[in-house]
């Protein structure tokens, strides 16, 4: 199991600037998905921290309690919420009902990118009919010039035979 930076603020009852403080200074390991999705915590690295800390090490029960009923809330998140609720309090119902909101919020954004390249395609479907219609034109002018081209030759072979006449 993972935690967010958030979920461990709210479990060890301290702020979430806090948390990315023991983060910043290797007190706590974590994986930075990135700048948007922020650090993920790994349980056996939170566990490790907290048999670390004199203030947060009674918390390390919690956390073994917890992660069982968070196991259980990954396959039935809605039979699980009151019982987290009621057995393991400090805020476990809140981060099982954070990742359900994150697994949303995921698809959510993977629909709204799905939308948005939907329209870049439409776009440039549009922008490929407007190149070949242009190309369309454009052979039709090379024609025309051709043919121009093609008449301005036969003038001059005519011009060409008319002055080898007068000579």
Known sequence: MEYTVEAVAELLGTTTETV??????EKL???CLSNRQGHRI???????????????????GLIVASSAASTLASAAVSMILPLATIGA????????????DTAKGSLDTLHTQIL????????????????QQQI???????EVYQKQNDLFQKQIKLWQAHCNEEK
Do not use: P
Request: net charge positive; hydrophobic share 35%; glycine share 6%.
């Open 20 to 25: 990315r403080r023991w983060i910043r200074e």
């Open 29 to 31: 390991k974590s994986t």
């Open 42 to 60: 790994q349980e056996a690295d939170l566990k490790t921290f907290l048999q670390s800390s004199k203030k947060y090490a009674k918390a390390g």
């Open 89 to 100: 309090g400090f805020g476990l119902a809140k981060e099982v009902s954070k990742q359900g």
């Open 116 to 131: 948005e390249n939907q329209r870049l395609i439409a776009q440039l479907d549009e922008e490929i009919i407007l190149f």
């Open 136 to 142: 369309q034109l454009h052979e039709s002018q090379k």
